[in-house]
């Protein structure tokens, strides 16, 4: 399944490369490990192969889903009902899921928020993170620089759709 070169995504931590697959002995049991380089926080995992579903360990999304995901980014409604603590909680499963349509939810979410009212510092740090986190999918899925990627996300989140173009060659200004 896992091959040296492969790009997936680690949820809570972002776009990884694989650099090694190799087996060790654990316990008297033959595991598969693959050691893994966190792009954008300079950082190499360790993880058994067997644990990658537990883990929600998943390929890179295809470009088309990712093209979907920013031009969908604002759709659907925020739930302005749930208490601070229930929402970071919230937030933080939607994060561990690794499902890129969850994290941009939290990214949506906490930026509609943070327009109303200022945000906390932990909703602060959290939104942060979630763009981190998935600024390290874009760069691995369009192939461009972490300033590109974060530029793409920042003209998605501050401007109107319209005037964005999603495409690989497209210059990001």
Known sequence: MFQVGDKIFYPTQ???VIQAVEEKV???ETLRYCTVNILH???TVRFPTSNSDRLGIRPIVDPK???NVLNTFYDGESDTT???NRRIQRNISKIKSGDIYEGAEVIRDLVRSNNKKKLG???KNMMENALEILISEVVLVKGITKQQASTLLDQVINM???N???ANDAPLV
């Open 14 to 16: 972002g776009g990884c």
């Open 41 to 43: 926080r300079k950082m």
């Open 121 to 123: 510092l932990t909703e």
């Open 82 to 84: 749930v208490r601070d």
């Open 164 to 166: 964005i173009s999603l």
């Open 65 to 67: 889903e990712l093209d």
């Open 26 to 28: 654990v316990h008297g």
């Open 160 to 162: 109107p759709l319209s």
